[in-house]
């Protein structure tokens, strides 16, 4: 064992090609698993970092891929229903009443409270309040009768030809079983492309 570390303290490193064949074979192993680690070290981290990168981004195209191509497989069924969707809006631009209607349609309204036997203390329309391609037109009402004349009432504005809402019901008791309901019925009407 001395005899090996005299030889390794006479080594000349300025001229290792005079070196013994061990100790040239250790250096050059030694300098080999230096390469590999560095090279492992800064080229092989590196590439394994860019990989995970890729990888995390593959499932991110995958994910948006799988979404497109289910709504690729839906899209006649949509192009369907949109076109029912159409159809279901001109139909229901069709019960919007035109201008000339709108005066029938209130007669309609004060009949139908009439006719379930409503006493009216208020019956008087609003200003029309403009929409995009309608027009709202608030009624406000105010009738006193009982409990079923006013569901007789409300149900036979819902069965209107035309489309009127009623908001804002308040029902409140009177003296003697009567009762007084206040409200706003609200119809509508289409905005002619000349207005």
Do not use: C
């Amino acid at each position: 064992m001395k005899n090996i570390l005299e030889e390794i303290q006479n080594l000349d490193p300025q001229n290792p090609g005079l070196w013994p064949v061990p100790f040239q074979l250790a250096l050059g192993v030694i300098v080999m698993i230096l390469l590999i680690y560095a090279g492992w070290h800064f080229d092989l981290s590196k590439q394994r970092v860019d990989l995970e990168a890729e990888k995390v981004k593959e499932v991110e195209h995958m994910e948006t891929f799988d979404l497109k191509q289910r709504r690729a497989a839906n899209l006649d069924a949509l192009k369907e229903q949109m076109i029912e969707m159409e159809q279901s809006f001109g139909d229901m631009i069709r019960q919007l009443p035109n201008q000339t209607e709108i005066a029938g349609l209130i007669v309609d309204v004060s009949q139908t409270g009439l006719s379930a036997g409503l006493e009216f203390d208020l019956f008087r329309p609003r200003a029309e309040q403009p929409a995009e391609f309608y027009a709202r037109l608030p009624i406000d009402i105010r009738v006193t009768g009982d409990y079923h004349q006013f569901g007789e009432f409300i149900s036979g504005i819902a069965q209107l030809p035309r489309i009127v809402t009623t908001h804002n019901i308040n029902i409140t008791k009177l003296e003697g079983g009567r009762l007084a309901m206040s409200a706003q019925a609200v119809t509508y009407r289409a905005i002619g492309e000349d207005e």
